[in-house]
């Protein structure tokens, strides 16, 4: 008989068991971990409420991990058991141009992405797959810095990526379209970049005052859309000359438009949140941007580094992490974790194996 663990198994939308499963063996040239967290991201909530033609049912959600290193395979030496590790979910394959110049997010042979075709973190145990080892994935967590909090490197390491690409500078003004943990993690990022305000927006305003409330002085302004003109708002905020750079953190193609028409000349916008696939064609006024030369950037996963980065930055309370934690859960009670979701009172959700 092999060994069991606990996990909570996604056979399909909505239908998530906490099962007895088999242990995973340790993967060669790689690790296993026994998970301490993992928070629940929008991708798990989309995989498990709505489906994702990306996912293999059943399947493991959860990719947020934080953990002890219980086994290593002969031959690993950089990482030994009883190490406090997070792991990340890069798809990188090591060998293809995209990941020889550095970017393994957007590779062009990629591995199936952990939590959706691999099993993931919302269980007692994770086999690291090999390439997510080899390629940097997994990365000690700073002595003093808890699991939890450590859990939320891998969005931070998401939105240090979207960062690079736009490059907040000096003195600019930077409007972020959604207030969940994405746009709060964009507004503290664009803030250590120098930015003068940082203008928050979404339709309610309850999670809007929230934010500001949470983080006074990395939120300067919030605007709720469903109350007053986004338009005229922003117009009076930046003289009429409109956001140097907008992040649209909403999965929403109404906003990503919004974000083209209202950003300034030579403005970069990105766009952070992904889209449904059957509502992602987005229209774009190409007079507008020949005119204006504004610049669109996507944002697809994180890098090693910007991983290394983002433990940093909660190891060195620059970014709070225990603000940003709103619910936590058992492993044996997920589903009032996806619940938590639903309510406009969550941040940030983890569950605890």
Known sequence: MPEMMKAAVTYGMNDIRVEQTA??????????????????CGTDRRIYTKGDYRAGYPVIIGHEI????????????????????????????????MCQNGHM??????????????NGGFAEYIAVPE????????NRIPDGLSMEHASMSEIIACCINAQTNVKVKEGEVVLILGSGPAGIIHAHLSKFAGARKVI??????????????????????????????????????TEGAG?????????????QEQALSIVAHRGRVNFFGGLPKDDNIVKL?????????????????????????????????????????????????????????ENNNFIKIVIKP
């Open 23 to 40: 242990k995973p063996d340790v993967p060669e040239g790689s690790i296993r971990v026994k998970v301490d967290t993992c928070a629940i």
């Open 105 to 118: 997010n957007v590779c062009t042979n990629p591995h199936p992405s952990l939590g959706y075709k691999l």
């Open 285 to 341: 006024d190409a007079n507008a941007l020949h005119y204006k030369e504004y610049f669109i950037s996507g944002a697809s996963s994180s890098l090693p580094e910007g991983n290394r980065q983002a433990l940093a930055l909660l190891a060195d309370k620059k970014i709070d992490a225990g603000k940003l934690i709103s619910h936590r859960f058992s492993l044996d009670d997920i589903h009032k974790g996806f619940e938590a979701m």
């Open 66 to 97: 934080a953990g002890v290193v219980e086994a290593v395979s002969p031959g690993v030496t950089s990482i030994c058991e009883g190490d406090c590790v997070v792991v990340a979910p890069g798809h990188g394959c090591g060998y293809c141009r």
């Open 243 to 255: 956001p140097d750079v907008v992040f649209v953190c909403a999965p929403s193609r109404e906003a």
């Open 200 to 237: 928050v927006s979404q339709r309610g305003r309850y999670k809007l005052d929230q934010a500001i409330r949470l983080f006074p002085g990395v939120i300067d302004v919030v605007i709720a859309s469903s109350e007053e003109d986004i338009y005229s708002r922003i117009n009076e905020e």
């Open 131 to 138: 390439h997510i080892f080899r390629l940097g994935f997994v």
